[in-house]
């Protein structure tokens, strides 16, 4: 356990561990008004004997936090004083040339995605184009079927041991690890060139591989790492340092870059920069200001330019800036909607948010499934090989069984697949499962009325639906915006179509309607709202057709929350992610500080003895320490533990007993070269302390802490609310909050743990609180 995350509530020891207790109406037992039901009451009360996996209402103990909190100790403010405003000036600039960076080097990478994919892509299903064509009247169509899922298995496979055996959190899209970064939880790994590495290379295997996802996603993942290394300056995996940039390589400042990194993904992958900026702000941040929304939105435009020119030049038109971002959804005239159609709108975001509820609650359930039987790795790489075997199967199947033509010439697919089509013509199902994921989107969008037959599509909508399902999950690097915009697009083209039927002397363009139900699936899944209507804006290029998206995404996100949460939330409560939400619960100002501190606090002096620390330190698995003019008298009681000077953090203390600064030694080191540089140099991978060795000696002597220590760290009396305490974590974003008497002595510390196991809980229409409690289990 980390953070003085300590938990009054349970022990580690102990072995039952209960779900939570309902603490709504503030009495900490359960609330048995009419309106919570009983699934709800057993949800809330029963305790199971062992930790059920799947358990959305425990947290885990294995997350520590993130500091975004300043510490002014003496070394900072002489820091400062020394360089004068002309540092101040120089890091601003600095700060410049880094968003600058990052949007340059996060649009590169997605060009090497796109283009990677593009050639392989090409490569494969012209290769199976030829085989499919050569063997149909050969009665020889076992052979491309086995041909087509070994193309999908073996890149599938190589992803899924890259993931599996190298790098496990580059799994997934990575987003929900980015939101759980930016609201200030440290998620082991998430910002390593290893895992940028990993990401790259395994979200190409994927959508080679045929699976049902996207690359979008994993950019915003991809630009997070990017810019978490260029803003330090320096490589740990790789052991440079470059010895510039030392002055940013703390928390809040890695956080803003990071932020920055999300957006630039976001503006490469979409072409929306203004969808970027919005991104960050509405899924990730914790803390806004004018300046950074200027430089993330100078990051995101560097990146959708930079992205812009090169895939121009790369695809021989230089200086056109006809690619926009990885996802091109061709050009869009201009939408043509009437007010009669507000009510349909309106119900298809309802349907959106229906089946992105369904879609979420069984990917839900197989997501429990592999937690509890698909462990072993060996066992992941198998999934990934079996789910890419049957997407084939699928496909193949479908364009088998389904007889949908199209005369050549109607649609600008690059591999049409005759199958049993007549001379001049090609499946239409063939088109769409030969090609990636993004082209049959487009695809969908744009076709004219009457390019598809209403089965084909529907059984296309069905199979592809619960594929994404089955794949999002997968020990593979992969995106689900593509795999929900294409099942969107398939559901919402069917009701154009059925509007013809229904209509025929209303002119219906499916196209629209198309987007409008990937606009509401999309929706449904994740529940976006402001990005994601100013992304598919900026996507289509529609300015007039966002009033109908923004109704669409409202009405999707509605119905989605009254059954279940997004599915990025999710996997976040399935994970025991400390997160903070936007606002407190409510009806929570009866729950006072002193009632949810830990207690007793560990505390230091401020001249602390060596071997003192050394044994706490080694005891103990907090990471802050209050600094007191006397040591608490009673461990066991909750008496002050002296007025409150200061905090210290594990790793400052660390770095204090690597560098032997002991008062007795000052001989060995000189005062006048201790500076903050000494912590910025071993910022971020602090070494363990049973790292750190000393003499029988050297544990005799004392160290002075008063100049490492934040003197002004926040504090907070004991009788402060819940919400204010809340309020001050998720707005500073706090790692320790020293909770304080009124005569300033320490009687306890709040840690982001404490905060976040108090969690509203919506279900069907019903609300309420719960109190969840923390496992080292998970």
Same mark, same amino acid.
């Given at each position: 356990m980390s953070s003085a995350?300590?938990?009054?509530? #349970?022990?580690?020891?102990?072995?039952?561990?209960?779900?939570?207790?309902?603490?709504?109406?503030?009495?900490?037992?359960?609330?048995?008004?009419?309106?919570?039901?009983?699934?709800?009451?057993?949800?809330?009360?029963?305790?199971p004997e062992t930790v059920e996996v799947g358990n959305l209402n425990l947290l885990s103990s294995k997350f520590e936090s993130l500091d975004y909190d300043t510490c002014e100790n003496h070394l900072l403010l002489d820091e400062e004083r020394s360089k004068g405003y002309k540092f101040i000036m120089k890091k601003s600039f600095a700060?410049?040339?880094?968003?600058?960076?990052?949007?340059?080097?996060?649009?590169?990478?997605?060009?090497?995605?796109?283009?990677?994919?593009?050639?392989?892509?090409?490569?494969?299903?012209?290769c199976l184009q030829f085989y499919v064509d050569s063997c149909v009247w050969n009665y020889c169509l076992v052979t491309p079927y086995l041909l087509w899922m070994v193309l999908n298995i073996v890149p599938v496979v190589i992803g899924s041991l890259l993931v599996t055996y190298l790098e496990?959190?580059?799994?997934?899209?990575?987003?929900?690890?980015?939101?759980?970064? $930016?609201?200030?939880?440290?998620?082991?790994?998430?910002?390593?060139?290893?895992?940028?590495?990993?990401?790259?290379? +395994?979200?190409?295997?994927?959508?080679?591989?045929?699976?049902?996802?996207?690359?979008?996603?994993?950019?915003?993942?991809?630009?997070?790492?990017?810019?978490?290394?260029?803003?330090? +300056?320096?490589?740990?995996?790789?052991?440079?340092?470059?010895?510039?940039?030392?002055?940013?390589?703390?928390?809040?400042?890695?956080?803003?870059?990071?932020?920055?990194?999300?957006?630039?993904?976001?503006?490469?992958?979409?072409?929306?920069?203004?969808?970027?900026?919005?991104?960050?702000l509405e899924e990730g941040t914790s803390f806004w200001n004018q300046g950074l929304t200027w430089r993330i939105f100078f990051a995101s435009m560097v990146s959708t330019f930079t992205?812009?020119?090169? $895939?121009?030049?790369?695809?021989?038109?230089?200086?056109?800036?006809?690619?926009?971002?990885?996802?091109?959804?061709?050009?869009?005239?201009?939408?043509?909607?009437?007010?009669?159609?507000?009510?349909?709108?309106i119900l298809m975001g309802m349907t959106g948010g229906l089946l992105g509820a369904l879609f979420n609650h069984i990917n839900y359930k197989l997501t429990v499934f592999r937690l509890r039987y698909i462990q072993a790795r060996w066992l992941k790489v198998f999934e990934a090989a079996m789910v890419a075997a049957l997407t084939c199967t699928v496909g193949f199947t479908m364009i088998y069984v389904m007889d949908d033509c199209k005369p050549l010439g109607q649609d600008p697919t690059k591999f049409p697949v005759q199958m049993f089509c007549g001379d001049g013509q090609y499946n239409v199902l063939g088109a769409i499962w030969f090609q990636t994921p993004e082209a049959s989107v487009r695809s969908l969008f744009h076709d004219p009325p009457g390019s598809h037959k209403v089965l084909s599509v529907a059984v296309f909508f069905v199979g592809y639906f619960l594929l994404s399902c089955w794949t999002y999950g997968l020990s593979v690097s992969s995106g689900l915006f593509i795999p929900s915009l294409l099942t969107g697009a398939a559901w919402g083209r069917l009701v154009g179509m059925g509007l013809e039927i229904l209509l025929p002397g209303w002119k219906v363009d499916p196209g629209k309607y198309a987007l409008v139900g990937a606009a509401a699936q999309l929706g449904g899944v994740v529940r976006m709202t402001i990005s994601l209507t100013v992304i598919l804006i900026e996507a289509t290029g529609s300015i007039s057709f966002g009033l109908p998206l923004m109704?669409?995404?409202?009405?999707?996100?509605?119905?989605?929350?009254?059954?279940?949460?997004?599915?990025?939330?999710?996997?976040?409560?399935?994970?025991?992610?400390? $997160?903070?939400?936007?606002?407190?619960?409510?009806?929570?100002?009866?729950?006072?500080?002193?009632?949810?501190?830990?207690?007793?606090?560990?505390?230091?002096?401020?001249?602390?003895?060596?071997?003192r620390i050394i044994?706490?330190?080694?005891?103990?698995?907090?990471?802050?320490?209050?600094?007191?003019?006397?040591?608490?008298?009673?461990?066991?009681?909750?008496?002050?533990?002296?007025?409150?000077?200061?905090?210290?953090?594990?790793?400052?203390? #660390?770095?204090?007993?690597?560098?032997?600064?002991?008062?007795?030694?000052?001989?060995?080191?000189?005062?006048?070269?201790?500076?903050?540089?000494?912590?910025?140099?071993?910022?971020?991978?602090?070494?363990?302390?049973?790292?750190?060795?000393?003499?029988?000696?050297?544990?005799?002597?004392?160290?002075?802490?008063?100049?490492?220590?934040?003197?002004?760290?926040?504090?907070?009396?004991?009788?402060?609310?819940?919400?204010?305490?809340?309020?001050?974590?998720?707005?500073?974003?706090?790692?320790?909050?020293?909770?304080?008497?009124?005569?300033?002595?320490? #009687?306890?510390?709040?840690?982001r743990k404490d905060v976040a196991r108090f969690r509203v809980w919506k279900h069907r229409g019903r609300m309420g609180m719960i109190e969840l409690m923390i496992s080292e289990k998970l």
């Open positions: 995350e300590r938990q009054p509530l #349970i022990r580690p020891e102990e072995e039952i561990i209960s779900y939570g207790v309902n603490v709504a109406d503030g009495t900490g037992s359960i609330n048995n008004e009419d309106d919570v039901t009983q699934e709800s009451e057993c949800r809330t009360h029963c305790a700060r410049w040339i880094i968003f600058l960076l990052i949007g340059i080097f996060t649009a590169l990478i997605a060009c090497f995605i796109d283009i990677m994919i593009e050639v392989l892509s090409d490569l494969k299903y012209n496990p959190v580059a799994a997934g899209s990575g987003i929900p690890q980015v939101k759980c970064y $930016l609201n200030g939880v440290k998620i082991p790994r998430v910002v390593r060139i290893k895992t940028l590495l990993v990401k790259v290379f +395994g979200v190409i295997s994927s959508v080679v591989g045929g699976l049902a996802v996207g690359k979008e996603g994993p950019m915003i993942h991809s630009g997070a790492v990017v810019a978490a290394g260029i803003s330090q +300056g320096k490589s740990t995996t790789l052991k440079v340092d470059l010895r510039i940039l030392d002055y940013f390589r703390e928390d809040h400042e890695k956080r803003d870059f990071v932020s920055g990194g999300a957006a630039a993904g976001v503006a490469a992958a979409f072409g929306a920069p203004v969808g970027g900026v919005l991104f960050s992205l812009n020119s090169v $895939l121009s030049t790369y695809h021989g038109r230089p200086g056109d800036l006809s690619y926009c971002g990885l996802l091109n959804f061709g050009k869009f005239e201009t939408i043509v909607y009437t007010f009669s159609e507000f009510f349909i709108f109704i669409t995404l409202i009405m999707a996100k509605w119905v989605g929350d009254f059954f279940n949460e997004g599915i990025y939330d999710i996997h976040i409560q399935l994970a025991g992610v400390p $997160l903070l939400p936007w606002e407190p619960p409510p009806l929570s100002n009866n729950i006072y500080a002193s009632g949810i501190m830990s207690h007793p606090v560990v505390t230091f002096n401020a001249v602390e003895n060596v071997g044994d706490v330190l080694r005891s103990e698995t907090h990471n802050g320490f209050p600094i007191v003019d006397q040591q608490c008298e009673d461990a066991d009681s909750m008496k002050t533990c002296g007025t409150y000077r200061g905090i210290i953090l594990r790793s400052q203390l #660390i770095v204090l007993l690597q560098n032997k600064i002991f008062n007795e030694s000052v001989e060995i080191w000189n005062p006048k070269q201790v500076s903050i540089k000494m912590f910025w140099k071993a910022y971020p991978r602090y070494q363990s302390i049973k790292d750190v060795s000393v003499t029988q000696e050297e544990r005799l002597f004392t160290i002075d802490l008063r100049p490492f220590m934040n003197p002004a760290s926040y504090t907070l009396l004991h009788s402060a609310s819940l919400p204010r305490v809340f309020r001050l974590f998720r707005g500073l974003g706090l790692r320790h909050l020293v909770i304080v008497n009124d005569s300033n002595e320490v #009687i306890g510390i709040v840690t």
